[in-house]
């Protein structure tokens, strides 16, 4: 049981490229969460599904797109990255009240 | 607006000491409170949670105490040890945000050997 795993666990990117973080859980959660978190902040919410077939925007989703491609995985999709979206992304997923969350990816936009 | 917040960045403790880290929030509508722990270079880790309809809650180590009246909980880490050194934030969620957490910014606590 691995739990909430993300990849990739570092990436550098190029102004305007664009990019797809990768989330699984195998808990068999409904409700997967995306956040960011920025040196000095807690996490912000940028979108979450609660359940499959659904999401929805957080507090910051400009410039981000998601997918509840099943129940186990959802991905974060830059379309054209920008170096205000460099942060760690951390991916979530739910059951009762509790969240639990992966490892991280660490996006640097140059 | 709503917000959640720890009172200090920073806090040094003695090995073996006891530690209290404080949080104030905003939301008087907030009914669910959660501590999280994030070590270097990993995601939040689940401590301890506490419903709105509870003052206290003990687990392994860790206590947490909640004071709806003046919008305060805290958490209190007891014989502090060397593995205790990491961030610590407060969440919070009211019921009617489809369970979007609301993070404060973090303690970062270390410990002194």
């Given at each position: 049981?691995?739990g909430?795993t ?30 960011r ?19 929805d ?7 981000y797109n998601?997918?509840r ?11 054209s ?16 009240d ?13 | ?6 009172h ?36 939040p ?32 880490i ?23 957490l ?7 606590v270390?410990?002194?050997?």
């Open positions: 049981n691995a909430v993300q990849t990739p666990k570092f990436q550098v990117l190029k102004t305007g490229q664009s990019m797809t973080l990768q989330c699984a859980q195998d808990m068999n959660h409904n409700s997967m969460y995306w956040y978190q920025d040196p000095g902040m807690g996490l912000r919410l940028i979108y979450y599904s609660a359940s499959e077939g659904t999401t925007k957080g507090e910051v989703p400009n410039g998601v997918s491609l099943n129940k186990r995985e959802f991905s974060l999709r830059l379309e990255a920008a170096p205000s979206q460099t942060s760690v992304y951390f991916c979530a997923s739910r059951v009762t509790t969240q639990y969350f992966g490892p991280g990816t660490r996006l640097t936009v140059l | 607006g709503e917000s959640v917040g720890l200090l960045p920073t806090l040094s403790v003695q090995e073996g000491d006891n530690s209290i880290i404080n949080c104030a929030y905003s939301n008087s509508a907030s009914d669910y409170f959660i501590w999280y722990k994030q070590e270097s270079g990993k995601g880790q689940f401590i301890i949670d506490i419903r709105s309809n509870m003052d206290k809650r003990q687990g392994q180590r860790v206590t947490v105490l909640l004071n709806k009246t003046v919008k305060h909980l805290s958490l209190q007891a014989a502090t040890q060397p593995g205790d050194s990491a961030v610590y934030f407060c969440a919070e969620i009211s019921g009617s945000n489809d369970y979007k609301s993070f404060g910014a973090g303690t970062t270390t410990v002194r050997a």
